[in-house]
């Protein structure tokens, strides 16, 4: 799937499903508490916390894949809000990280 067809897709089911987007404060709202399920489940998986069950942590890697996925779905339905298309931006973005970036970060120490 490419972004333009998700974004085509995610238009279509809050269409036939969804009634209508919600507010873009709203949306942005939701994204933020999205991103904050990843965090969550980051410092789990990857840092230092720990789960509070052995449970939460055998469906940690599907349960992250899926707070993933949530916060693409909430992200492109922003863009198709505000008018923003998303394949190109991300083309557009990708180019000037090449032009900006191409040599910057094989002298950063920190990363060797």
């Not at 942590?57 to 809000?81: G, R, Y």
């Not at 923003?84 to 120490?109: G, Y």
């Amino acid at each position: 799937m490419t972004i333009a067809e998700l974004q085509h897709e995610v238009d279509q089911w809050i269409k036939n499903h969804g009634v209508r987007y919600y507010s873009e404060l709203t949306n942005t709202a939701i994204l933020a508490e999205e991103c904050g399920e990843v965090a969550r489940l980051m410092a789990r998986i990857y840092g230092d916390q720990s789960f509070r069950t052995e449970g939460e942590a055998d469906k940690a890697a599907q349960s992250l894949a899926a707070e993933m996925a949530d916060v693409l779905f909430v992200l492109t339905c922003l863009a198709n809000q505000c008018g923003v298309d998303l394949q190109h931006a991300i083309a557009v973005n990708m180019e000037h990280k090449k032009i900006r970036d191409a040599e910057r970060h094989r002298h950063n120490p920190k990363l060797k």
